[in-house]
């Protein structure tokens, strides 16, 4: 969506999307299922984890930290990825509060 278009929206919307966004590919789930169950990790294991190339988990894993969910630090010649706690549970109360809003009444709309 261009930017133009966000604008429209309230932050908390477009924050929602983008953490949305991230979540919508199975290695990005299958990236941050891996870094909650080592609580860090670096990228070569994910390599060898994911079962992905080497770019392919980069691209993916620039995904998830432009969305805020994961950071990384520098350590040596390799960058240590894990979850952003904050993020992660800013991101856990947005689609909380999405699926407490309400389940419509009827399916006999369309």
């Known amino acids: 969506m261009g930017l133009t278009k966000t604008a429209i ?3 908390q ?3 929602l999307a983008s953490t ?6 199975p290695a990005r ?4 299922k891996h870094l909650i169950k080592q609580d860090s990790c670096i990228c070569g294991d994910l390599v060898l984890e994911i079962g ?16 805020g969910l994961i950071k990384g630090n520098i350590s040596g010649t390799s960058i240590c ?6 993020a992660w549970q800013q991101a856990n109360e947005s689609f909380a509060s ?6 419509p009444t009827s399916n006999d709309c369309c």
């Open 9 to 11: 929206f309230t932050d």
């Open 13 to 15: 919307d477009n924050s």
């Open 20 to 25: 949305a966004k991230a979540f919508a590919h």
């Open 29 to 32: 789930l299958a990236i941050l």
């Open 52 to 67: 992905l190339a080497q770019p392919t988990i980069s691209q993916h894993l620039n995904v998830l930290k432009q969305a």
């Open 81 to 86: 990825y894990c979850i952003d706690t904050e």
């Open 98 to 103: 999405l699926f407490a809003s309400g389940m």
